[in-house]
């Protein structure tokens, strides 16, 4: 019992990490309705940036703003030459997918040509001391995640349903010609959409590069995980990022302890879940029913 | 080359007109009967990776291009035939021809299953779980190591006749041709092979089955109602092209000999999906040149670059794949087809220059995105 | 390009282009390569409520999204002196034209409330909250749901609900598009008499596309006839309503 709460406690700080990357998902999935599968590649991308400025000696808080500040230039950037001119990503699924792929290819290649192939390491944001809860250890770290995932998540409530900013943002998801017909610069907004949405992810590649060391295929598993969030918790709703990332975390760590066949693919479970949630309910635990829509 | 352009555009047939349609495909075979003769084997052996790539890009462009669905998944296709491939010949003792075609039943099933769950999820949502598929692929080939050989590797061996006593050996594609080298005879089959499934779907696509595949991505609503059975459609169409990539990867087990996990990742499917949408999607030859295409550029250009910026060529690859969709949303293909008609266009439009109207006149600045022809 | 060559237009009426609120002159649109409009010549001045009448596919959609720069034009746009041809529709707005589309266009997944307040993402002024609570109380079936999806309310109170959001930009110029599109006749005159009473209070002027005309012709001064994306006929609308041939041959009543 104590061996499956450790495992599960393990699972739910994994699980907050994934929170995270899915919370950037679910900002461009709710301000542009497309599904970025450049998202972790990008979130990679400015966790070097953390890295870079952190080896440069900076104070970890202050490279961790940059990575983000960074990212969200790269976001805005990529949104700009390369997602808004190709157009709706609901009429054409086929070339924004393609786009998105060729943002994985890219930045994936100027990470190495930048940072080379090393793995590179990065101490903890919250070190590497543990507490013991129910008998049980777990460390600062994945404690400093669920923490900062909630401050995350309180934040985008905020913007999402107290600012003009944010209702603008959620009109332009829901329906941009409308948006557009009340004033809202819609290319705009989208472009912040994406800015936001890497910034959140160098907070995920900042908590994750510890535990996997920091190269450039850092998140390509990590994605998978991500996706199945958002798929489990709705891709349009904040909350179900969260549920969703917990329960994948969770089910990651679990799954494969007991049931030998996932011994070696955490990743299976996580594919199953996505699987059966897009069968069974495509709109997710949160989400709108709008999904089918597609 | 302009002279094929006006005949492809003219309406009249006549007997030159049909001269000058042909003449280009006997250009093109007679080069590619003569291209293995004039490169060193170790070109004649990437021919054949190519080759391999091209298959499995055509059966990826039956689903994406014609039928419209997205899988990023193929690579894992192209895998499960390699391996099916290779597990045949080393365990049963399989005839290695023999092999490739019961790969291509197992990717056909396989297809269908993954292709039972494309019925509810489309668009984005099928490329992400094509997508999960294509990343879980090479960790199940890990999980499976008692089969697979795990990240140590399949070597693809065969019981064959060594010093006078049958052993298992690896396997070779022997010449039976004297003065045809190993590789200039693989070459030669391979070739047969590719021609044979681009002459296949060529044929599907012109029938009446070919439009039903066009009907249910154009408007599924539409074709539904029209009695085409979409449901079916869609599935076997997922079968078909999974079974293609199949035999792509087949004979790329035959090929190389040994099969690694690392060979199936999601970057191979990424360079199938690369090679259609580079070519031109919904075009029959588009995967051929978009596979030539992307083996020139890995195995000829980057070869070139120097050690230290091999890296650049994802970077390349990515920004190709994204100018492309921006300009030429057809590719390789749609952009020739483009110039051609704007050619032709402007040809009749002096022809007819004594009247008023002319073609078809674009009303402003054309809208933000390029429409893709996909 | 070309097709504004061709528009020779039957509304020409010499109208002097100073002072006009908005002033359209051989417009042109379509969608890809077909061409929908042939060079649509309008105006409408300050206050005024014009009516551009036509049947099914005329072309009046396309008039009013050429207009507010939803799709790309040609010819010329001048909306309070200025060519704005070219502008997206958010800069237009901000100029003082709203445009209430085809279909409500409500946004379904934001509240009745959230509605009227996205609205106003022009405005900063002080004024947007008591605007609100006065459309609630003009409209108090829109009270009522404030909290509730604007896509769960009927065909007429969404109608509503995007006429009321679009005033809360405080237009100078009101777009609309055949408001009475789906909504059964009594609540069609419902919403014609609520627009009545605030073009005649508030001093908006009213571009108003419709197919149902002797409706239109009530509430409208002058009237355009479009057909097959040309202007054919234009006057007073008492004028049109008069006349039993125009009213036969053109609108199909
Ligand atoms: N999005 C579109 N794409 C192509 N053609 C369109 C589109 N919208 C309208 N049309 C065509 O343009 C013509 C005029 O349409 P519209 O302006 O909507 O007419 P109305 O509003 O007067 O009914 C019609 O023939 C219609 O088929
Ligand atoms: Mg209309």
């Avoid at chain 1, 950037?24 to 309705?33: A, D, K, M, N, P």
């Avoid at chain 1, 393609?98 to 994936?108: A, E, K, M, P, S």
């Avoid at chain 1, 295929?217 to 994605?223: C, S």
């Avoid at chain 3, 649109?29 to 060079?39: D, H, T």
Wanted: proline share 4%; charged share 10%.
């Amino acid at each position: 019992m104590k061996d499956f709460l450790q495992i599960l406690l393990v699972g739910i700080g994994d699980g907050a990490v994934y929170a995270m990357l899915g919370l950037g998902l679910v900002v461009i999935y709710r301000s542009t309705g497309l599904l970025n599968f450049a998202q972790g590649e990008m979130a990679m991308f400015s966790t070097f940036i953390v890295w870079t400025m952190w080896s440069l000696g900076l104070p970890m808080w202050l490279a961790i703003l940059g990575g983000m500040a960074g990212g969200f230039c790269v976001g805005a950037l990529v949104h700009q030459v390369a997602v808004r001119p190709v157009g709706d990503p609901h009429e054409k699924p086929l070339a924004v997918v393609i786009v998105t792929i060729g943002l994985f290819l890219g930045v994936n290649g100027a990470a190495q040509l930048i940072w080379g192939t090393l793995d590179r390491s990065m101490p903890p944001l919250f070190g590497r001391g543990q507490v013991t809860v129910f008998g049980v250890a777990v460390a600062w770290q994945k404690i400093g995640a669920v923490i900062v995932l909630g401050v995350m998540v309180l934040l985008f409530y905020l913007l999402f349903q107290h600012t003009k900013l944010g209702l603008a943002m959620r009109a332009v998801a829901s329906n941009s010609e409308s948006a557009s017909l009340v004033g809202i610069p819609v290319p705009r907004l989208l472009m912040l959409g994406w800015g936001l949405a890497a910034a959140v992810g160098t907070v995920a590649g900042v908590f994750i590069a510890p535990n996997l060391g920091l190269g450039t295929n850092l998140m390509q598993l990590t994605l998978i995980f991500g996706f199945a969030a958002i798929t489990l918790g709705g891709f349009d709703s904040l909350v179900g990022a969260v549920v969703g990332g917990f329960v994948v975390g969770a089910l990651s760590s679990v799954m494969p302890r007991y049931i030998t066949i996932f011994e070696k693919m955490p990743l299976a479970p996580a594919f199953i879940l996505i699987l059966a949630v897009l069968l069974f309910r495509p709109e997710g635990l949160f989400g709108k029913k709008q999904v089918t829509r597609v | 080359m302009s002279n094929t352009v006006t005949a492809g555009a003219s309406v009249h047939r006549s007997p030159g007109d049909w001269a000058l349609k042909v003449a280009p495909w006997v250009v093109l075979f007679v080069i590619l009967a003569i291209v293995p003769f004039q490169f060193p084997s170790f070109r004649v052996e990437q021919f054949c990776f190519w080759m391999t790539l091209a298959i499995a890009a055509c059966g990826l462009n039956l689903l994406t291009g014609y039928n419209g669905q997205i899988s990023v998944g193929h690579g894992a296709l192209f895998g499960i035939g390699a391996y099916t491939t290779g597990i045949l010949i080393t365990e049963f003792g399989v005839p290695l021809f023999g092999a490739t075609v019961a790969s291509a039943v197992v990717c056909f099933a396989a297809g269908i299953l993954i292709g039972l769950p494309a019925l509810r999820i489309k668009g984005l949502y099928l490329a992400l779980v094509t997508l999960a598929v294509a990343t879980l692929f090479p960790l199940l080939l890990e999980q499976f190591s008692a089969i697979t050989g795990g990240s140590g590797g399949l070597q693809i061996t065969s019981p064959q006749l060594y010093r006078g006593e049958m052993r298992e050996r690896p396997i070779r594609l022997e010449s039976p041709v004297a003065g045809l080298e190993n590789d200039q005879w693989k070459y030669f089959v391979f070739l047969g092979i590719t021609v044979v499934i681009f002459i296949l779907s060529r044929n599907l696509i012109k029938s009446r089955v070919g439009r039903s595949l066009v009907a249910v991505r154009d408007n599924e609503v539409a074709a539904e109602s029209s009695g085409i059975p979409v449901s079916q459609v869609k599935i076997v169409t997922f079968g078909l092209s999974a079974a293609i990539a199949g035999i792509g990867g087949s004979l790329f087990a035959l090929d190389q000999g040994q099969l690694y996990p690392s060979s199936f990742t999601i970057v191979l499917s990424i360079y199938i999906l690369v090679a259609v949408v580079v070519g031109g999607a919904a075009s029959i030859i588009g995967p051929a040149i978009g596979a030539v295409f992307y083996g020139l550029f890995s195995d000829v250009i980057v070869q070139q670059m120097p050690d230290r910026i091999q890296p650049a060529r994802a970077v390349i690859l990515g920004v190709l794949l994204i100018l492309l969709m921006l300009l030429a949303p057809g590719g390789i293909v749609g952009g020739f087809r483009t110039l051609q008609a704007k050619w032709s266009a402007r040809r009749s439009s002096t022809h007819s220059s004594g009247l008023a109207v002319t073609g078809p006149s674009v009303t402003g600045p054309p809208a933000a995105g390029p429409e893709v022809t996909a | 390009m070309s097709s504004a060559g061709d528009g020779v237009s039957s509304a020409g009426d010499g109208v002097s282009s100073a002072g006009h609120l908005l002033e359209v002159k051989t417009l042109g649109a379509g969608y890809g390569i077909v061409e929908v409009l042939f060079g649509v010549d309008l105006v409408v001045d300050q206050g005024e409520v014009v009516v551009v009448l036509g049947a099914n596919g005329a072309g009046k959609t396309t008039t009013l999204r050429a207009i507010s720069g939803m799709i790309a034009a040609t010819g010329q746009v001048t909306f309070l002196g200025e060519s704005v041809l070219g502008r997206r529709p958010d800069q237009l707005v901000k100029r003082g034209m709203a445009h209430v589309p085809q279909g409500r266009g409500t946004v379904t997944s934001l509240t009745v409330e959230e509605n009227l307040r996205i609205g106003a993402f022009v405005r900063s002024d002080e004024q947007i909250e008591s605007d609100i609570e006065q459309w609630f109380e003009a409209f108090p079936r829109l009270g009522e749901r404030r909290d509730q999806l604007a896509g769960s309310m009927s065909g007429g109170e969404q109608q509503m609900l995007a006429i009321a959001r679009a005033l809360m930009s405080r237009p100078k110029l009101l777009l609309l598009d055949e408001p009475s599109l789906g909504l059964a006749p009594l609540v069609t005159h419902e919403v014609f008499d609520r627009l009545r009473e605030i073009s005649t209070s508030t001093g908006t002027a009213v571009l108003l596309v419709e197919q149902n005309a002797n409706l239109a012709l009530d509430f409208a001064a002058r009237a355009y006839v479009l057909e097959a994306g040309r202007i054919v006929l234009s006057g007073n609308a008492a004028d049109l309503q008069g006349d039993a041939a125009i009213q036969k041959a053109y609108l199909g009543v």
